[in-house]
């Protein structure tokens, strides 16, 4: 994995290496379980919204927000914590969570093939 | 006792990776360690010193998040220490009943019973016999920091963390942890 950071656009690795040293199993394992953690984010958010349930968005959304930080997807990551903020907050627009929720979308999107790259 | 270890830090939600001059608030508790009178460890192989040999303490892990757990476990490990993985306050809260736990990672965000309530839960059963109890948080928010004050967590640590970051805390905690080890 050593040197391969720089050559990723979405995530950076360097932490993981930092962390997990040379186990390459072991980074992946985290990947894997960021992906299916971001796929149930996808799955269930939209659900919360149609519901109202800010609460339990801003739930699932803390828990991408962390796990975003620890693989470096930086932007991800702060566009998580503007949803859980506004998600928190007294009252939030249906419009505006959208609004958050397609661009985290959006974003995850964009991370996949660094993602696979790294589990290649 | 609870009131003498609260010394909370900052949450910052920057990478570690970024300019530590920058972000002074994540990197204070490694620079208080170092003037904390324990001195840091000299560095073993694979760069860390096996601290279960220096202080046999018992870990706990509180998180529902895998991705956390995992990475708690494997900083730790590269600390020597096994921890045992729970993921619920409530879990927390009965593991500690039932067994003598020196430190609890403790995650804020968990379903049921939160960090927080967990917290206050074990050091009001436990009071002197309680263990150490350190939030590991994504970030915090005033109300919530008020939560931790009030609930007995003495310190927290910023995800994503460092090894250095949890081995600067058993620096700055070393003392208090070994009174809680029973023989």
């Not at chain 1, 801003?58 to 828990?63: D, F, I, R, Y």
């Not at chain 2, 003498?4 to 990478?15: D, G, I, Q, V």
């Not at chain 2, 279960?52 to 990475?71: F, G, H, S």
């Not at chain 2, 939030?135 to 640590?157: D, K, P």
């Amino acid at each position: 994995m050593k040197g391969t950071a720089e050559g990723f656009s979405g995530i950076n690795a360097t932490y993981l290496e930092n962390i997990c040293g040379d186990d390459k199993e072991f980074i992946q394992q985290i990947i894997v379980a960021y992906k299916r953690l971001l796929n149930e984010f996808v799955d269930q958010s939209e659900a919360y919204l149609q519901q109202q349930r800010w609460e339990a968005i801003a739930s699932l959304t803390h828990k991408i927000r962390s796990s975003s930080r620890f693989i470096g997807a930086q932007q991800l990551a702060d566009e998580a914590l503007a949803l859980e903020e506004l998600c928190k907050s007294e009252s939030p627009q249906v419009g505006q969570v959208q609004v958050h929720l397609a661009h985290i979308r959006s974003l995850y999107v964009g991370l996949q093939p660094d993602l696979d790259l790294v589990l290649a | 006792m609870k009131n003498l270890l609260f010394n909370f830090r900052k949450a910052s939600p920057a990478h570690p990776l970024e300019d530590a001059s920058e972000k002074p608030s994540l990197f204070a508790v490694r620079d208080e360690a170092s003037d904390s009178g324990n001195q840091l460890p000299f560095e073993g192989k694979g760069g860390f010193q096996n601290w279960y040999e220096r202080l046999p303490i018992k870990v706990l892990i509180a998180d529902d998040t895998e991705i956390n757990q995992k990475l708690l476990s494997r900083t730790m490990e590269r600390l020597g220490y096994e921890c045992t993985i729970v993921s619920s306050g409530q879990e927390a809260y009965d593991a500690v009943m039932r067994d003598n736990f020196q430190l609890i990672l403790m995650d804020l965000y968990m379903p049921g019973m939160d960090g927080c309530e967990a917290s206050a839960l074990i050091n009001e059963d436990l009071e002197d016999e309680a263990p150490l109890i350190v939030a590991v948080t994504a970030s915090i928010f005033e109300e919530e920091e008020r939560r931790c004050q009030e609930s007995g967590i003495v310190q927290f640590i910023t995800k994503p963390f460092r090894v250095e970051d949890l081995e600067a805390c058993l620096v700055k905690w070393e003392d208090e942890l070994r009174l809680r080890i029973k023989e």
